[in-house]
């Protein structure tokens, strides 16, 4: 979501200023912007404010069929001074873009590369319409860090594009593939049966501190939010600090509930009957 907008840089400070108080981690949105057009670069600079955080980069994976390449994933990388970097997959977002970047072909193959020259770890999220459990374990293969399953559920940016389409074939295109994707806790169960010792990271549609319980109980190692903490996000560092101290209490509260010690026992069959 900060890929670029005018807010952007506020938006990361303040992320970043919430989650350094509270020991979390951060991923940035698209760099792209950053990467054609340099002087986008500070309002994806963070790490002078979250010295501490486990810090994500982020570009777009299809842009590896159109000219990216170690060198630009570097540049990403070095730009914030992160620790890994995410490749977005948005197929349905480019298709309903003006003129978007829809050559996926191939695409293993060079995440593969990627994956074999980065110094650091590349993970893979969707965008909202979720990762196959079979998907899953070709990236995991290939050396894939982590997955983020981004399922159908939370915001849907096939609408988000047909709000911002000026034609209304691509308005109506948005409109009806809004919906469209694996939900996110059909996709971590999938991707968790087929997948036992990956990193998977659960997204979209994570609301409260007991949707992370939630999806944690499915098989996810990790919970990632945006939605919910982007109007703290727009007022103040402080503002998410609080925001997401509440959300990790909630998740707390599922697990003191539920008799578990730590999140990861929220997988025991006989704690997960008790998360309604």
Known sequence: MTGGPRDGAKINQNLAEGTQKLGLGMGVG????AIEN?????????????????????????QLNYGYSISEARKAVEMIGADGLFLHLNALQELIQPN????????????ESLVKEAEFPILIKECGCGISGKLAKQLFELGVYAVDVSGAGGTSWARVESERAEGSSSQRLGRTFANWGIPTAQAVMEVRDQNPEGIIIASGGIRTGLDAAKAVALGAD????AKPILSSALESGDAVYFEVAQFVEELRAACFLTGSSSPSELRDPEKMRRIK
């Open 30 to 33: 698209s760099q792209r912007i």
């Open 38 to 62: 340099p002087t986008s670069a500070e309002s994806f600079h963070v790490r002078d404010i979250a010295p501490d955080i486990a810090l994500v980069a982020n570009l777009g994976a299809v």
């Open 100 to 111: 978007g970047d829809t050559n996926f072909r191939g695409l293993m193959q060079k995440i």
């Open 222 to 225: 990790l919970v990632s939010v």
